[in-house]
């Protein structure tokens, strides 16, 4: 199964009338959202780009610049459901975005995160090179592969009860949290 067919897969498990995804690159998914009827879905990227027709902040087509997550630009509780497929790895503030996203997470919001795993602790070793592949703060590559360990732990410390965690292949997963 791709990583993408499982976060479609738990989208269409979850009711929800607003969802924001973080990392949401040309808007594909955001289309494939669009399609399933759920509700009003916005896109944010780490590069602004646009995904549709228009200006302006989240849902109105435009893509916001959104280099490090620090601070979305979404009100508190604005969203049932943040997606993040294939991004996290990317930002450089892993646990400043988690806190962010649960602030524009209504309470008990979901959020499915989606990505990379290291299944082994001696994979780590590799993170210490990716910090000299990054040559500048708008290269989007890969800051950080995470194991499961650290990624619930993220969650746990930013405020989510995690409900589900599942490998896709050997090297992806899904994550599915609550907001508490």
Not at 3 to 20: C, M, P, Q, Y
Not at 88 to 110: C, D, M, N, T, W
Not at 117 to 134: A, K, Q, T
Request: proline letters at 6%; a positive charge; hydrophobic letters at 40%.
């Amino acid at each position: 199964m791709k990583l993408n067919t499982a976060v479609e897969k738990r989208l269409d498990r979850i009711f929800f009338g607003s969802i924001l995804r973080v990392g949401c690159g040309s808007g594909g998914t955001i289309s494939m959202i669009e399609q399933g009827g759920n509700g009003r879905s916005s896109g944010i990227d780490v590069l602004a780009r646009p995904v549709r027709d228009g200006q302006g902040p989240p849902g109105s087509g435009t893509v916001p610049d959104l280099p490090n997550a620090a601070s979305l630009p979404c009100k508190r509780g604005s969203f049932d459901v943040v997606a993040c497929t294939d991004a996290f790895r990317r930002f450089r503030y892993a646990s400043e975005l988690l806190q962010e996203i649960h602030r524009v997470l209504k309470p008990f919001g979901r959020l499915v995160l989606a990505d990379k795993i290291h299944p082994f602790v001696f994979f780590r070793f590799p993170n210490m090179l990716l910090h000299f592949v990054w040559s500048g703060e708008r290269k989007p590559c890969t800051r950080k592969r995470y194991t499961k360990k650290e990624i619930i732990s993220l969650a746990v410390l930013s405020g989510f009860a995690v409900s589900d965690f599942i490998l896709v292949g050997r090297h992806d997963f899904v994550m599915t949290a609550v907001a508490l």
